[in-house]
């Protein structure tokens, strides 16, 4: 008997019927049939799941009887696994988690035995259980309830599309799918009903004030909105400054902030919400920023001491604001930072194509235009209808066909010239940031390239301040928040990575009010803050700390470029090479062939790399386990018959098993290398060297037997600005100053250097099992 011919009110019996250990038939996930497949499901795998680990077995039994309708039984699963995990770890994350949950299941539980409203059932047992709550751990609840259905309706949609062709599900699937399944259903649910009850609990625990007009010179005003714990004497606030106008997300941040003994104040760029005029990013941040913290320092709630966090383009707001040196400022929290004109919307003087449709979202309305940034079609077409066209960059919104003045604007600045230094701090100007400073950032996609900016020219012009960096193996929203989302759920995977034990934490629990309590109420730093540079070294389950970024390792590997070929790669050897020959590169920069290429691997760990447009080489196996930690540069020799182009380096550690594993990358447009402030164009026919220095931290353990492979390629592809290497203005470049393919030699001399800590070099702290 075939699952799908199975009678929807007999699916457990064909569950039964049809599991041969190898796993359970996949049951009817048609909409209507959803409920009772799942309800059958449930049924199934409460009978067959067995665990040693007693919080997976409560984990998964409370979610199996919420599916089935056994509201007692979810609500007793809750509680004893709620004190198992406490009696191991009393903190208010514990006591919050899962706490919309076991409300649901009572309430579900109370209705089935008293009768009535479960809208009355719910209002009840809500306000029972919040109300013995503490600030934090209610924050915590609060914030976990008020997340959007929509989230988990998506995430559920897709668990199902992933199992279409499927006629089996392993043990371990079904329990996901139920998963995704028990958590949509309640959250849909529930949600509806909890607004009213959290307003209400707000406005017990806190006094909020929206809507507050602030002056900010030049006759602008900024919108602000405060929340501060009721009853309490003058607090410390905590900032956020953000283009970011929404207030949903403003409120869980802000509940957190006041939870923890602060105001918690933010302020929305000019033109936002009750504000006046039209937003412009980045132009009055730190001046309007500088000034309401002035604002604040003078309120009858506040104590005179503010302190900024969050990260992105809030974390830039952070340093425009030092920019200022606004006396009430006393310590700033930036994660994941950016700095316009050094990573946005350029990097390495190479704009790109993402953040383009970035304006309309911030700057079309007094909050976000999520409609017009979410149109991923229109932005996939536009960069395919540039690239073929080969029009000049400067020409995207006219191919778009919507005027986009604020990216026209940036892209004209071409160099890291006075419009970008007048918006954070430039050279001897971070002499003047005194204040405690701490940075977050992730070595993949997105970080830490500002971070590590910001990091250097504090520690160049004011050596002695007390700064601190954090890095660990995150992408761009992971640096700011970690690896722990609103339910409590720990991510364990990014982009392939499985992540080490130890750097699997949120920031926002583990260290923001710590850092803050630590400046402003005395208490002791946090424990990861063992030295300037805490990183997380990758592949070995520990952290690391080190005085500054020279101090991560203590020797170098010199990889010279090898003109000898072994399995299709040219090599990388520990010394120059007698009798080596140049190596070619050549791209057709006219070509648009490759319109669609399909793209091989992509992934931090990958079976397969992109090597178009590019020469590769790899090292001899490493004879032992290798820590590469730092920054790695290069010296590169060549003679090439175009002025400028654009170059990439992509290092991977290749396993002995053939796995491909991402260090972080660098690209840089060549003219630009020495100084991103002037354009010094190349001498096309002649020999010349490039030196460069990553800007993307890196703290890996490469493994016993594992390569370095190293791409070195020129940019040319869809998503980024193209440089014909005319000598041209590259914005005002056109398809038809490509000219004859690029063609660049790379010559003998040619090395890449990396940094190597023994293992005795930086002082690790224990590892987390």
């Given at each position: 008997m075939a699952i799908r011919h199975c009678v929807t009110l007999a699916l457990a019996a064909c569950f039964a019927s049809n599991a041969d250990g190898q796993g359970i038939p996949t049951p009817p996930l048609t909409d209507s049939a959803i409920p009772n497949s799942m309800r059958a499901l449930a049924a199934y795998v409460a009978r067959e799941f067995r665990t040693d680990n007693r919080d997976s077995l409560l984990d998964v039994t409370f979610r199996l009887a919420l599916v089935r309708g056994d509201y007692a039984g979810a609500a007793a699963a809750l509680r004893d696994l709620r004190a198992a995990r406490l009696a191991r770890s009393p903190n208010p994350q514990t006591r919050a988690l899962n706490i919309q949950f076991e409300i649901l299941a009572v309430a579900k539980a109370h209705q089935s035995t008293r009768g009535g409203a479960f809208a009355d059932a719910f209002?009840?047992?809500?306000?029972?259980?919040?109300?013995?709550?503490?600030?934090?751990?209610?924050?915590?609840?609060?914030?976990?309830?008020?997340?959007?259905?929509?989230?988990?309706?998506?995430?559920?949609?897709?668990?199902?599309?992933?199992?279409?062709?499927?006629?089996?599900?392993?043990?371990?699937?079904?329990?996901?799918?139920?998963?995704?399944?028990?958590?949509?259903?309640?959250?849909?649910?529930?949600?509806?009903?909890?607004?009213?009850?959290?307003?209400?609990?707000?406005?017990?625990?806190?006094?909020?004030?929206?809507?507050?007009?602030?002056?900010?010179?030049?006759g602008a005003t900024n919108c602000v909105i405060v929340m501060r714990p009721r009853n309490a004497p003058r607090l410390p606030a905590l900032l956020e400054y953000t283009i970011y106008a929404d207030t949903a997300t403003t409120l869980r941040e802000s509940r957190r902030g006041a939870s923890n003994g602060y105001v918690a104040v933010t302020a929305f760029t000019r033109g936002k919400l009750c504000s006046d005029g039209q937003p412009v990013p980045y132009r009055h941040d730190g001046a309007d920023a500088a000034a309401v913290i002035d604002w604040i320092s003078k309120q009858t709630w506040s104590d005179g001491r503010v302190g900024m966090y969050s990260g992105s383009y809030e974390g830039f707001t952070q340093w425009a604001a030092l920019k200022h040196t606004p006396p009430a400022l006393k310590t700033i929290l930036s994660a994941a930072t950016n700095a316009p004109g050094l990573d946005t919307p350029p990097e390495g003087n190479i704009v790109w194509n993402f953040i383009y449709p970035w304006p309309f979202y911030a700057a079309n309305n007094k909050t976000l235009d999520n409609v017009t940034y979410g149109d991923g079609r229109r932005w996939n077409r536009l960069n395919r209808q540039w690239y073929t066209s080969g029009?000049?960059?400067?020409?995207?919104?006219?191919?778009?066909?919507?005027?986009?003045?604020?990216?026209?604007?940036?892209?004209?600045?071409?160099?890291?010239d006075e419009f970008w230094q007048a918006l954070i701090p430039y050279r001897d100007e971070f002499a003047r940031v005194k204040i405690p400073v701490l940075q977050t950032a992730g070595y993949y996609y997105g970080g830490p390239g500002a971070d590590l900016y910001y990091f250097r020219e504090l520690e160049k012009y004011n050596p002695t301040a007390e700064h601190y960096l954090v890095v660990g193996p995150w992408d761009h929203l992971p640096a700011q928040r970690g690896v722990i989302d609103a339910l409590g759920d720990t991510a364990s995977v990014l982009f392939g990575l499985a992540l080490d034990p130890v750097a699997r934490i949120s920031l926002v629990?583990?260290?923001?009010?710590?850092?803050?309590?630590?400046?402003?109420?005395?208490?002791?730093?946090?424990?990861?803050?063992?030295?300037?540079?805490?990183?997380?070294?990758?592949?070995?389950?520990?952290?690391?700390?080190?005085?500054?970024?020279?101090?991560?390792?203590?020797?170098?590997?010199?990889?010279?470029?090898?003109?000898?070929?072994?399995?299709?790669?040219?090599?990388?050897?520990?010394?120059?090479?007698?009798?080596?020959?140049?190596?070619?590169?050549r791209v057709d920069l006219s070509d648009r062939a490759d319109i669609d290429r399909v793209i091989p691997g992509g992934l931090l760990v990958d079976r397969a790399i992109d090597t178009v447009n590019a020469v590769t080489f790899a090292s001899e196996p490493f004879p032992s386990a290798t820590e590469i930690a730092g920054l790695f540069s290069g010296h590169l020799e060549l003679v090439t018959n175009k002025k400028d182009f654009d170059f990439f380096v992509q290092p991977y550690e290749l396993t002995a098993t053939g796995e491909y594993r991402q260090l972080p990358p660098y690209q840089w447009r060549a003219s630009f290398v020495s100084d991103l402030t002037t354009r010094r164009l190349l001498a096309p026919g002649e020999k010349q060297s490039i030196d460069f220095q990553s800007i993307r931290l890196a703290a890996h353990q490469m493994r016993p037997g594992s390569r370095l492979v190293i791409v070195l390629g020129v940019i040319k592809n869809p998503g980024q600005q193209i440089n014909y290497g005319s000598g041209k203005r590259v914005i005002d470049e056109t398809i038809a100053d490509a000219g004859p393919p690029l063609e660049i030699r790379w010559l003998p001399g040619s090395y890449f250097s990396f940094p190597v800590a023994d293992p005795t070099r930086a002082t690790p702290q224990r590892k987390r099992r």
């Open positions: 209002a009840s047992t809500f306000d029972s259980v919040v109300a013995s709550l503490d600030d934090r751990t209610a924050a915590l609840a609060l914030n976990a309830m008020s997340v959007a259905p929509g989230a988990y309706r998506f995430a559920l949609q897709q668990a199902i599309s992933r199992l279409a062709d499927k006629t089996q599900l392993p043990l371990a699937d079904a329990i996901r799918l139920l998963r995704a399944y028990q958590i949509s259903t309640s959250y849909e649910e529930l949600v509806p009903l909890a607004r009213d009850r959290i307003i209400a609990d707000d406005q017990r625990r806190y006094v909020i004030e929206r809507d507050i007009r602030v002056a900010v010179g030049e029009r000049a960059y400067r020409d995207l919104d006219k191919i778009d066909g919507t005027p986009n003045p604020i990216f026209d604007e940036w892209i004209s600045h071409d160099s890291y629990s583990e260290l923001r009010y710590q850092w803050f309590d630590y400046v402003f109420k005395g208490k002791p730093k946090p424990a990861l803050l063992r030295d300037k540079v805490n990183y997380q070294l990758v592949g070995a389950n520990t952290w690391k700390h080190a005085p500054s970024i020279a101090a991560m390792s203590n020797r170098s590997v010199r990889l010279y470029l090898n003109s000898e070929r072994t399995n299709g790669r040219y090599r990388l050897t520990d010394a120059r090479p007698s009798n080596a020959t140049e190596i070619p590169l």
